[in-house]
Nanobody, 125 residues
């Protein structure tokens, strides 16, 4: 599975962006997909994840109620809708995937097998 993340950019605080993670490969629909982010000088942190079929989702506490993860398997794409953006959301955002059974879901970096190249999000105050 190959992943490509895009949709980042510069936005003012309170604004919105939608990130996309396009997957290639015949097994992409059988994967759980997660979003992570890495701010300058910090570790890469979990943001959100969605299970196969989209039935289960989980979010980091810092983004709950503001970010929404969704998937469209017909388009092999997972989205991260980010609303109410804050300057502390500034980071490079990465999507990741791993094969999963049923509705299993993961939030640890080490659980993911495939990674995209990252897309930069900058939120100005």
């Amino acid at each position: 599975v190959q992943l490509q993340a895009f949709g980042g950019g510069l936005v003012q605080a309170g604004g919105s962006l939608r990130l996309s993670c396009a997957a290639s490969g015949r097994t992409s629909s059988r994967c759980v997909v997660g979003w992570f982010r890495q701010a300058p000088g910090k570790e890469r942190d979990f943001v959100a994840a969605i299970s196969r079929g989209g039935g289960n989702t989980i979010y980091a506490d810092s983004v709950k109620g503001r970010f929404t993860i969704a998937r469209d398997d017909a388009k092999n794409t997972v989205y991260l809708q980010m609303d109410g953006l804050k300057p502390e959301d500034t980071a490079v955002y990465y999507c990741a995937a791993r094969p999963a059974i049923n509705t299993a879901i993961y939030y640890s970096l080490s659980d993911y097998t495939y990674w995209g190249q990252g897309t930069e999000v900058t939120v100005s105050s």
